[in-house]
């Protein structure tokens, strides 16, 4: 039933798209052309595909419905020198947010050189300079679908909105666009007999794009269409992921249908070869090559070269890329991916078990300091246990917390000997005196008679969890000396039922 919903559903989408953008077309050109210019080094090496490689944040300018596969912020800048003294830039930036949502933002800016300018009569007037400017919001999510309760099949969805300005000379232009992107992503079961291959599973990524839905630009009077575009386009990642291939198809506004294909290859860790071919492209059709480096799957470096075959030059792209941030929670909304919560709160436990050591080795174990670390990293293990109860790890860590606590013993080590000539006494808290919701003095109960038990010893108090809400000092003890009374100032987060006192006193001789 779902592959019946799915189909149904993609041969909709692309009639709607393809309707659109039939709608759209005619005879005569299209204003604001520099958004025809790809952006990235690395998709214009690969043949100006992009609409379906959707794992960097070049997708923001190709198909913004795959920014919901970004799990870390990313920025990139793209510096192309293109033909005849013209400079074309692209800054974008990528905001990942819970559950494969991710914000976007980008800068598209072509400028040139001064020109001759004339008037109506033919005299001219001196240089004229010409730039075109794209400021771009972007929002794309992951698994759309599943979050709207439709086809339950991993749909993602995105969407650009683009203020476009023109300037040439003393005149402007405005105009407001949208782009719209879908992806699916699944993994089909091939079997090819005569490679003895079977039941392989690849990986394939369909994405599909409209570009430049807007309002027509305006200079003085004349007002032109937008270069409207629609997209299709297939990837995939074959041995091992070392090699991605990709095809698009394009239909543009104002000139035939055109298809590109790319490649890429990395041939060791970090280093990527990529070639690709556009055919019947009104900026240039033809071959593409480039190359791209990878520094710790942080930092990124890209070339591109396009020979162009109409005697107007050769253009060099160089792209840098940048990735960092903690990698944000992927899933959807409605059903959040347990164990990565799990495994996020078992790092902190172990983070804050690192501190506790650091300062038990210098203030020692019964220390406040040390305990309250210790505290934190259970809080985090149970934490972690709760979304994964299965996992041995967690169950691990949480009985070493416990020990270093004295909530377990340990069974499997001998028992610590100490010469230390003090002990700890924990009481209980039998009564909390308050005026005016402010704790005044509370009554312990040590347990038994003890003569050590004496007015001014001092000690700590704790509420559950081991978290520690002050340090109080002993100011009467009753006759039975089983029974103390200490008073102010004391913390407003004592609870009577749960508050654990311990007070430090000489040992028996």
């Given amino acids: 039933m779902k592959k019946v919903l799915f189909k149904g ?12 953008c039939a709608f759209a077309s005619g005879p005569g050109s299209t204003g604001a052309n520099f958004l025809k210019i790809g952006v990235g080094a690395r998709p214009i090496a690969m043949g100006e595909t992009g609409v379906a490689i959707v794992d960097d944040v070049n997708t923001i300018w190709w198909n913004p419905a795959g920014l919901g596969n970004l799990n870390r912020k990313e920025i990139t800048f793209m510096h192309n020198e293109w033909i005849d003294g013209i400079n074309h830039d692209f800054l974008a930036f990528a905001y990942p947010l819970k559950y494969g949502r991710t914000l976007g933002a980008s800068v598209n800016f072509l400028s040139m050189s001064k020109m001759e300018g004339y008037d109506e009569d033919g005299n001219a007037t001196g240089g004229v300079g010409a730039s075109d400017l794209a400021l771009v919001l972007s929002y794309g999510e992951k698994d759309l679908d599943k979050r709207l309760n439709l086809l339950d099949l991993g749909i993602s969805a995105g969407a650009n909105l683009k203020f476009i300005r023109q300037q040439l000379g003393d005149e402007s232009a405005i105009a407001f666009a949208l782009d719209m992107g879908f992806l699916y992503s699944f993994s089909p079961v091939i079997n090819l007999s005569w490679l003895n291959i079977s039941n392989y599973k690849l990986p394939l990524n369909i994405g599909i794009a409209v570009q430049n839905l807007g309002t027509k630009i305006k200079f003085i009077d004349e007002g032109e269409t937008l270069p409207v575009n629609c997209k299709l386009g297939a990837a995939t990642k074959l041995l091992e992921n070392r090699l991605n291939l990709a095809m ?3 239909i543009p506004l104002d000139n035939d249908f055109f298809v590109s294909l790319g490649a890429e290859y990395r041939f060791w860790k970090g280093f990527n070869l990529r070639m690709g071919y556009i055919s019947n492209q009104d900026l240039g059709d033809g071959l593409r090559v480039g190359m791209g480096m990878v520094s710790s799957d942080k930092l990124s470096a890209d070339y591109a070269y396009v020979p162009y075959n109409n005697d107007i030059g050769n253009s060099h792209r160089i792209s ?5 941030g903690a990698k944000k929670l992927e899933g959807d909304v409605t059903n ?14 172990k983070k804050y078990f690192g501190k506790g050591e650091i300062v038990e080795s210098k203030k020692g174990l019964k220390s406040p300091k040390t ?3 210790y505290a934190k990293s259970l809080k985090y293990f149970v934490k972690a246990e709760s979304l ?3 996992s041995s790890k967690i169950q691990d860590w949480i009985k070493k917390a416990k020990m270093k606590l004295g909530i377990i013993v340990a069974t499997t080590s001998p028992p610590v000997v100490t010469t230390s000539p003090i002990e700890t006494i924990r009481a209980e808290v039998l009564e909390v005196e308050k005026r005016n919701d ?7 109960n040590v347990g038994s008679e003890d003569r050590r038990i004496k007015k001014n010893i001092k000690g700590v108090i704790y509420n559950p969890g081991r978290v520690q809400v002050g340090k109080i000092k002993i100011k009467e003890v009753f006759s039975t000396r089983s029974r103390c009374v200490i008073k102010g100032p004391l913390s407003d987060e004592i609870n009577e039922d749960k508050a654990i006192v311990e007070i430090t006193i000489k040992k028996k001789k």
């Fill in 9 to 20: 559903s993609v041969v909709i989408l692309c009639s709607m798209l393809y309707a659109l």
């Fill in 248 to 250: 698009d198809f394009n």
């Fill in 320 to 324: 840098l890329g940048m990735k960092f």
């Fill in 336 to 349: 959040p991916p347990t164990k990565q919560k799990a495994e996020k709160f078992f790092k902190k436990g």
């Fill in 371 to 373: 305990i309250k670390k």
């Fill in 388 to 390: 994964d109860e299965k």
């Fill in 438 to 444: 402010e704790v005044k003095a509370i009554i312990i």
